[in-house]
């Protein structure tokens, strides 16, 4: 199956734009059940105590912080990221939650995923929470993307991956459809004033792959799915894979 599409979009200054409000458009328009959906992903991202854990397209570190508040003292957490705006969120909410309770330190690391600075199978796990459209969706680079996750994860570790999907029934399909094509956008663009942005996160959250295909995706690069669960009735996937 083709991952990777030649249109390309500007996804650094979307962020770099969107990242003061992006947190409460978040809430807004998952009704704010992300907040479980990452809690959920987190705890499955630290099921075998993972000693070293890295969070590819942290954002504003929702994911990476959950993970923080669950893991013990000892486990090293990084969260890496191409857009220093959405860094400099995720550094002051970390500061925030270390000043307010005993939690691991977290390593913010500016960069692209399709060439990390880690060495390779360094990581135990990794997780991404609505990112990975981002590096595969009507991108060229899609498979150089996933082959570099699995580089820096070693074999046997876990890929944790909370997304939007295409549901799979028919009447709820079509309601999710015209909530991401004629909802989304346009409150999202008044809020953040970037409507470009928001019209292309719909878009990329309403054609993206099935919970089946992006299986079919993850086996083709090297992983083994262990755990495919619908959430919000198939709009949103979480999967988990080992790498091979």
């Known amino acids: 199956m083709q991952v990777g599409k030649t249109e390309e979009h500007p996804l650094k200054e979307f962020y770099g734009d969107i990242h003061g409000t992006y947190d409460r ?14 809690k959920k992903a987190a705890s499955e991202c630290l099921r075998f105590n993972p000693e ?10 929702d994911f990476i912080l959950e993970l923080a508040g669950q893991v ?79 580089r820096v994860l070693r074999p046997g570790g876990q890929l944790v991956i909370l997304e939007s999907s295409r549901p799979q029934n028919g009447p709820w399909r079509l309601l999710n459809s015209a909530y991401l094509q004629f909802f989304l956008p346009y409150l999202g663009g008044m809020i953040s004033g970037n409507l470009k942005a928001y019209r292309y996160l719909a878009r990329s959250s309403k054609n993206y792959y099935s919970m089946k295909e992006m299986g079919t995706i993850l086996e083709n690069a090297g992983f083994v799915i262990t755990k495919s669960e619908p959430l919000f009735l198939g709009s949103v996937m979480l999967l988990v894979a080992l790498k091979k």
């Open 52 to 61: 070293k854990v890295l969070d590819i397209c942290t954002g504003t570190g």
């Open 25 to 38: 458009i978040n809430r807004i328009f998952t009704f704010g059940r992300d907040v479980s959906w990452r």
């Open 72 to 150: 013990s003292e000892g486990v090293s957490l990084t969260g890496y990221d191409f857009s220093g705006a959405m860094l400099e969120v995720a550094r002051i909410k970390s500061q925030v939650l270390q000043a307010k309770s005993e939690v691991p330190n977290i390593a913010f690391v500016e960069g692209d995923v399709i060439k990390m600075p880690f060495k390779n199978e360094f990581f135990d796990a990794l997780g991404i929470t609505f990112g990975i459209r981002n590096l595969i969706y009507e991108n060229s680079n899609a498979d150089r993307h996933l082959a570099e996750m699995c």
